[in-house]
């Protein structure tokens, strides 16, 4: 396997980002190592990461990622050892994993994730069933994969605070499906620990409260290497009480869109930028690509047709959308065989386990790729992306890149841990990461 063509040029400032990551890491191992021993990491997360080739930003953290299927083979190694440790800290002698994933049955790609985090959960030493919020699944059922392997679903049972499936009593309850729908009441108040917690899910976390929590969190880690923050950080704001059916909120949506793509054009002065800027609307709660519109200028967002007004109603679940957020555009540069591509990186408690490029053949590099017709390419990795070649002294070499990469999808991490606990209903406010 290749490593992909970076079409940049690579002579910006993101090459020297990636030097003072080499050259800082040891510090950056330590900071880190101090951030996980106040703040416990989700059970795992994916991030989609942006290159501009001045710029290495994440645009979206997933804490219920449905891509595992996506990695490469030769690093299930890794996801059964951070599996372990993850699991070990809720509880210790763990034996039962309950898995309880989305309900999309008729999407074999997904069950094939479901399948291959069930095999990793084995693998670690855990006995694995899976429980199904599908109310038409009312006996164990077995589906077909693309593989030629099989999946069963079991329907979910309650008995007092303890959910599990027939003749299974699991110690820990691990979520995959992000409660887009609401938070089902048989998932409610249970006495198992729940990986991630409900409050994890789309009925209360905003995409907004993450990346604030991640621009704290870059300007802490921007002090520590003397860098720029928004060489890692995304400007954003928020536009609530927003009715796309009924027009309502458009001009709070353009203000919010102007101010922010004066902001990124003084940055672009600033660094020599030749491009021009442009800012993501996206909803505020909510996955799978949708509810999203690419902006260059205000007037956009003003007076949209029936059909935008429609896209961007409703999103997964049909959780309608009153609140967005306007975020920084970012421009991935990066491509494999022609078509644009971006990084995401996958992490088992805090420790990186592999990752993949998200190809899209239809879309350019000023566009959302988590839409219908992208593909997977697993990334090329010589070594796991959290440990850098240290003979590999060129900031652009394939491991060091990766390494890049592994440091800001941590960052992620890291604020979706903070996101977490600043959102825990019975937690003390968390203090930010210093």
């Keep these: 396997m290749t490593v992909p063509h970076l079409t940049t040029a690579l002579s910006g400032p993101l090459l020297e980002l990636e030097q003072r990551m080499l050259e800082g890491m040891p510090s950056i191992e330590h900071w880190l190592r101090s951030q996980w021993m106040e703040h416990a990491a989700p059970f795992y997360c994916s991030v989609d990461l942006r290159n501009s080739g001045f710029k290495l930003s994440p645009v979206d953290t997933n804490l219920f990622p449905g891509g595992f299927n996506n990695l490469a083979p030769e690093f299930t190694p890794l996801c059964v050892q951070a599996a372990m440790t993850a699991v070990e800290k809720v509880c210790p002698e763990a034996r039962g994993v309950l898995l309880v994933p989305e309900s999309h049955t008729r999407n074999t790609f997904y069950l094939q994730n479901v399948s291959t985090l069930a095999s990793i959960l084995r693998q670690a030493g855990m006995n694995v069933r899976i429980g199904t919020l599908i109310p038409d699944i009312t006996s164990p059922t077995t589906l077909a994969l693309p593989d030629g392997g099989s999946l069963t ?169 009153t609140e967005v957020m306007v975020q920084e555009g970012i421009y991935t540069f990066e491509s494999i065989n022609d078509a644009v591509a971006e990084p995401v990186v996958y992490m088992i408690d805090h420790f990186v386990v592999g990752g993949f490029y998200r190809v899209h053949t239809g879309r350019g590099p000023d566009e959302n790729l988590n839409a219908p017709g992208m593909h997977f390419v697993p990334l090329a990795f010589e070594s796991p992306c959290c440990a850098p070649d240290p003979l590999a002294v060129e900031p652009g070499s394939p491991p060091n890149r990766f390494y890049a990469y592994g440091v800001v999808a941590r960052l992620a991490l890291l604020a979706a841990a903070l996101e977490l606990e600043q959102t825990d209903p019975l937690a003390e406010p968390a203090e930010a990461a210093a």
């Design 153 to 321: 679903l079991e329907p979910l049972q309650r008995k007092g605070n303890r959910i599990g499936v027939e003749g299974f009593d699991p110690c820990v309850v691990l979520l995959n499906n992000d409660l887009s729908g609401g938070i089902p009441a048989i998932l409610e108040n249970t006495e198992q620990a729940m990986m991630p917690p409900i409050h994890a899910g789309w009925k209360i976390r905003r995409k907004s409260r993450h990346f604030k929590a991640f621009e704290d969190v870059t300007h802490r880690f921007a002090d520590l290497l003397g860098i720029d923050p928004w060489l890692l950080n995304p400007y954003f704001g928020v536009c609530g009480k927003i009715n796309f059916k009924e027009k309502q909120g458009e001009e709070c949506l353009a203000g919010h869109v102007d101010e922010l793509l004066k902001d990124i054009q003084a940055k672009y002065r600033e660094y020599g930028v030749e491009q021009d800027p442009f800012v993501i609307v996206k909803a505020d709660a909510g996955t799978y690509g949708m509810g999203i519109m690419t902006v260059k200028d205000a007037s956009e967002v003003r007076g949209l047709n029936r059909s935008q007004r429609k896209k961007m109603a409703v999103v997964k679940e049909g959780l309608e959308v």
